[in-house]
């Protein structure tokens, strides 16, 4: 007798007894496996290419990390490991970021870049009001997380490295990042809306130095605004999207 069939319905049966019993729960696992379905449907649309991080650059450079766990909020583990990598490869003089939250990633670009090199990190002031674009609620709650108010970079030797500016990137003058000269490095983690970062891309575009790398963060589907404008500029900008990453990569040529 074939026992695989009979496998199969005891599955189905147990299935729909769960289904039955715990409606709201399979519920929410059809909503993940759809979401999951949707996420990997839009990524395969992208037309940006993917590229592993040793197809991008050399991993024989030594990086360091401190203090660098994560929490809602912040990029994650891997993520932190391939800014931190670009950064060292890269040794930029000026580095910008849009977005500090609690200066996780601004700490660990600093910690990799030149004894010399100064990083400009901007961020939204907790208290805000009002703003030229439009700001989504998820952002709006980590402009205002209370546990921020401590930077992770503060109290640390690299400390001197990072200057702090406050203020609406979107209403900002970009050449208070070009006062040590053009930018070399820049992450792009500020407001999520497709204004924003469109906003934030525009105005960043034009202060790079020649071969400077610029990247991006939340290159998700669940980040419509960043996923479609930045599948939008890739007909003019050459755009890696990292595996296993939200990452997005670009390389200015001279």
Request: proline share 3%; glycine share 4%; charged share 25%.
């Amino acid at each position: 007798m074939d026992i695989m069939p009979l496998k199969k319905n005891i599955r189905r049966i147990k299935a729909l007894f769960f289904t039955l019993r715990y409606p709201h729960l399979a519920k929410e696992g059809l909503k993940n496996i759809l979401g999951t379905s949707y996420y990997k449907g839009m990524l395969k649309k992208s037309k940006i290419e993917n590229k592993s991080l040793d197809q991008i650059i050399n991993l024989c450079n030594e990086i360091r990390l401190l203090n660098f766990d994560v929490r809602c909020g912040n990029v994650s583990h891997f993520e932190l490991l391939t800014i931190a990598s670009m950064v060292a490869t890269q040794k930029p003089h000026v580095l910008l970021e849009i977005g500090t939250f609690d200066g996780n990633t601004t700490l660990q670009m600093a910690l990799n870049a030149p004894d010399n090199a100064i990083v400009h990190t901007l961020d939204l002031p907790s208290e805000v009001t009002s703003l030229i674009q439009p700001i989504l609620e998820v952002d709006l709650k980590l402009v205002r997380d209370k546990q921020k108010k401590q930077r992770k970079y503060q109290k640390t030797s690299c400390e001197k490295k990072i200057m702090q500016h406050i203020g609406d990137s979107a209403a900002y003058d970009f050449k208070a990042f070009c006062r040590e000269g053009l930018v070399d490095f820049a992450f792009i983690d500020g407001g999520h809306s497709y204004e924003c970062v469109r906003s934030d891309t525009e105005n960043v575009m034009k202060i790079l130095a020649p071969n400077a790398i610029v990247m991006w963060h939340d290159f998700t589907p669940d980040f419509q605004g960043v996923f479609t404008y930045l599948n939008e500029i890739s007909s003019k900008y050459l755009l890696i999207h990292i595996t296993g990453t939200n990452l997005v990569y670009y390389k200015k040529q001279q």
